[in-house]
């Protein structure tokens, strides 16, 4: 019999007869000091669960570990409200914030879970066991999952996470002063504390398991990186064609030199940023491909991006536009694509149009990470230059905007058409699938909403009186921006200046030079579209099919 199981009934027998604290023998007692140790523990396993997860991952998925995994399931159950918020909210940082939101509760958890390993030694155990559980079912429920493997790491992790909580829950068993000659912590010099824990048996098991932890996490993240660095060596690697079909020149008035405006163009790096991706998928080029398959699709392929490349070419100026975007909001981009016509593509495999008798009306575009993307074929195949681009301002697709290939078609917001890293075509009808945000209450077909901006002078900014620039930006992609009016307070509806048209697909800025009187004013604008349909004062949110209203600044004039 060891010490502990003099000292220690198994907890079960604890549990069935009932056995409470006040019963305990004085050295049984759960100490602050023992308590404080046991959460300790339980953060050392957590800690150690999630290294060894991370480096079990590198060899099946780098989104398999369970902080990825659990994050990105918890995306997926999100109320569509509730992402729409977190987006509002958090911006860009929603990923971010989502791990840290993952990693705070597994801390929680692990304090919790070291809390009652110091009572109840296997069932703490027990508990981190079944959290790898939770962490597997997680990752195996991913879209992208390759399969059962898929919950390896987490399982792995867990498993080594909770025989740690149990050899260290096992310094805390205090010794009896019997048994304590027995341990071997005091043979070597009676590290006991008043309680009877083997308080540095525990410290040197627990700096020891962190360090390990930390080794195993970095070669996980090492071997992780090892992908990454072949992906970015082949994207090194492209070499852009030079376009077969150049975009027309951006007339040298497309851009307003009114201080506070964006460019015309938007640099790669300030492009914004919407997927469900919480790792970016970096996709080796070497061996990526697109296949086109499903209903009418009389000669399906399967195409690396040298075959790609090697089509007729074509480049385009075109403004991308996310739905999730209030009125007023920064998640709209203008970038000049490089790629090749889908529709050229479609052709070729033997894909018509509902219009001429084909019997798919939808194109489900889907992308290594499992995302699906729906758009109507009627519109990729209706002459506008819906791409499948490889090329975004000069270079290859950065991979955060979805290299090597992904759609983009003018005049339908991104989660409709702009699938990234996309892998595969399937031509199938609306009434046969819903994609993966049209399962989440979005709308199944998402033309942009003709809208308008104003980029300067800034919310509650304090011009002096005289003329102000006013400035921003207008679009209403595939159908072009004819007007955009600007309104002081409750005046009359006064014509801004618009810059020169690049594209009927792109945005279009516009300038106001306001004489501006002391006093707090509401700027308000409002853009007409090439149909004559101006925008709406009716304010709507984003869901289902993107936000409609005015966008409105008040300022104040000194
Ligand atoms: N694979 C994949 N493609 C995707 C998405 C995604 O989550 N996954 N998001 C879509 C959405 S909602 C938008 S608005 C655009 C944004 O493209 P960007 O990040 O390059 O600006 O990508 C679209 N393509
Ligand atoms: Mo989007």
Not at 44 to 62: D, K, Q
Not at 82 to 109: E, Y
Not at 154 to 159: D, E, K, V
Not at 330 to 352: E, F, Q
Request: net charge positive.
């Amino acid at each position: 019999m060891s010490p502990w199981e003099k000292s220690n009934p198994p907890p079960s027998r604890a549990r069935t007869t009932g056995v409470s604290t006040e019963d305990r023998t004085p050295a049984r007692r759960v100490t602050p000091r023992r308590a404080a140790l046991g959460a300790c523990g339980g953060a050392v396993a957590a800690y150690t669960a999630l290294a060894v997860a991370e480096l079990a991952a590198a060899p099946v998925r780098p989104g398999a570990g369970p902080v990825v995994a659990v994050g990105g399931a918890a995306v997926d159950r999100t109320p569509a409200p509730v992402k729409d918020w977190a987006i509002r909210t958090f911006g860009t940082q929603d990923k971010l914030v989502l791990h840290l939101g993952v990693l705070a509760v597994v801390t929680l958890l692990a304090l919790g879970l070291g809390l009652l390993a110091v009572r109840r030694r296997r069932l703490g155990a027990a508990g981190v066991a079944l959290f790898g559980l939770v962490g597997g079912a997680a990752a195996v429920s991913r879209p992208d999952a390759t399969g059962v493997v898929d919950a390896l790491p987490s399982l792995a992790g867990a498993l080594v996470g909770a025989a740690v909580l149990f050899v260290l829950a096992g310094r805390l068993v205090p010794r009896t002063p019997g048994a304590a000659s027995a341990a071997p912590a005091d043979e070597a010099g009676g590290a006991h504390t008043g309680d009877g824990v083997d308080r540095r048996g525990f410290a040197l098991t627990a700096v020891a398991v962190t360090a390990a932890a930390t080794g195993a996490g970095a070669l996980g993240r090492l071997l992780g990186g090892a992908r990454a660095r072949d992906a970015a060596a082949s994207r090194a690697r492209v070499v852009l064609p030079a376009p077969g079909s150049p975009a027309p020149p951006v007339p040298r008035r497309a851009g307003l030199r009114v201080p506070g405006m964006q460019p015309f163009i938007t640099p790669n790096e300030a492009f914004y940023r919407v997927d469900t991706a919480l790792v970016v998928p970096r996709v080796d080029a070497d061996s990526w491909r697109l296949r086109v398959h499903g209903k009418g699709v009389t000669r399906p392929v399967a195409l690396g991006l040298a075959d790609l490349m090697a089509r007729d070419t074509v480049e385009r100026d075109i403004t991308l536009t996310c739905v999730s975007n209030e009125v007023g909001g920064p998640y709209v981009g203008n970038a000049r694509w490089l790629g090749v016509r889908l529709a050229d593509l479609l052709a070729d495999c033997g894909v018509r149009p509902p219009s001429r008798g084909g019997p798919a009306d939808q194109l489900v575009a889907r992308s290594v990470d499992g995302m699906t993307l729906g758009t109507p074929v009627e519109d990729v195949m209706d002459g506008r230059d819906a791409l499948l681009a490889f090329g975004m301002n000069g270079e290859p697709l950065p991979f955060e905007h979805g290299f090597p290939v992904r759609m983009v078609v003018p005049g339908l917001y991104g989660y409709v058409s702009a699938c990234k890293w996309i892998e595969d075509i399937e031509l199938t009808t609306f009434d046969a699938y819903d994609a993966y945000w049209v399962r989440r209450k979005w709308a199944r077909r998402a033309p942009v909403k003709t809208q308008s901006r104003i980029d300067t002078p800034r919310p509650f900014a304090r011009p002096g009186a005289g003329t102000v620039m006013v400035g921003g930006v207008a679009w209403a992609q595939h159908r072009g921006v004819d007007r955009v009016e600007v309104r002081v307070d409750d005046g009359p509806w006064e014509p801004a200046d618009l810059a020169a048209e690049d594209s009927r697909d792109t945005w279009r800025q516009w300038s106001y030079a306001w004489d501006a009187s002391p006093g707090t004013h509401t700027l308000t604008v409002r853009a007409t579209d090439r149909d004559g349909r101006t925008q709406t004062d009716r304010r709507t949110r984003t869901v289902p099919d993107g936000a409609s209203g005015r966008h409105s600044v008040v300022v104040t004039v000194g």
